[in-house]
C-alpha cells in the first residue's frame, strides 16, 4: 500500500512538473465585438498584471477588448482567429532604465521552478511603430526572447518564443520602449506558484 502512494505521489508531481500552461485571453476573458473589460492588477489564474500603481495617478487595471485577428500555428495553438487582447497600455523600460531587463510598470509575470519554453501570440498596438518598441521575454536578467516589429504594417498577429534554462524564479513580458497587446501566453513546463509583487493585493 505505501508503496502504492509513493508512486501514486511520484505521478502527480512529475505531471504537475512538466504540464503545459496556457493563458488565452478569449478564453479567460471572452468577449463579442465591440466589447471591452478589465484585468485587476494583482493574480489571476497563477497569471501576474503589474500596471502603474505608483504613478501620481495610479493606474490599476489592463483594459482587455474584443480585436480579432488571425495566428498561426505555434506552441499548442493550431492557429485561427484570437479575438480577446490584454493592452499593456505603456511601456515596462527603457533605454534610460537601470536594467532594462527588469520592468517597473506594464507588465505580465508568472513563477518557474525550472527550464521552460514561453511562447507569447502578440501583436504591436499601432501600424506604425517607429519608436523602436520591442516586446521582452525576460527573467529580470537576461533577455531570453524579444521581438522589435517592422515600421510599416506593425500590428501583424506575431509569435515569440523564448527558452529559459536557470532554475526557481519570475518571467516577464513587456513592452520595451512602447506597449504592446498580448493575445495568449505558453509555457511548457515548470510553472510555479504566482505571488503578488510586493505591495499589491491578490485578486
Do not use: H
Not at 74 to 90: D, F, I
Not at 158 to 169: D, E, L, W
Amino acid at each position: 500500500m505505501k508503496k502504492s502512494l509513493l508512486f501514486i505521489a511520484i505521478i502527480a508531481i512529475t505531471a504537475t512538473t512538466f504540464a503545459q500552461t496556457v493563458w488565452d485571453f478569449s478564453t479567460l476573458y471572452p468577449l463579442t465585438t465591440g466589447n471591452t473589460t478589465i484585468a485587476n492588477q494583482g493574480v489571476k489564474d497563477n497569471i501576474g498584471f503589474f500596471v502603474n500603481p505608483l504613478a501620481s495617478t495610479p493606474v490599476t487595471t489592463f483594459t482587455i477588448d474584443f480585436s480579432s485577428k488571425t495566428f498561426a500555428a505555434g506552441g499548442t495553438y493550431a492557429g485561427g482567429a484570437l479575438t480577446s487582447r490584454l493592452k499593456l497600455g505603456g511601456k515596462g523600460s527603457d533605454a534610460s532604465s537601470s536594467n532594462p531587463n527588469m520592468p517597473t510598470t506594464n507588465y505580465l509575470y508568472f513563477n518557474v521552478t525550472g527550464a521552460c519554453t514561453i511562447t507569447v501570440f502578440c501583436r504591436s498596438s499601432t501600424s506604425n511603430a517607429t519608436d523602436g518598441r520591442t516586446l521582452y521575454i525576460t527573467d529580470g536578467t537576461n533577455l531570453l526572447g524579444s521581438f522589435l516589429p517592422p515600421t510599416t504594417s506593425s500590428d501583424a498577429a506575431t509569435i515569440v518564443t523564448a527558452n529559459y534554462t536557470g532554475g526557481a524564479g519570475v518571467i516577464y513580458i513587456y513592452g520595451y520602449i512602447n506597449a504592446f497587446n498580448i493575445y495568449r501566453v505558453e509555457v511548457s513546463a515548470n510553472v510555479g506558484t504566482t505571488t503578488v509583487i510586493s505591495g499589491i493585493e491578490e485578486i
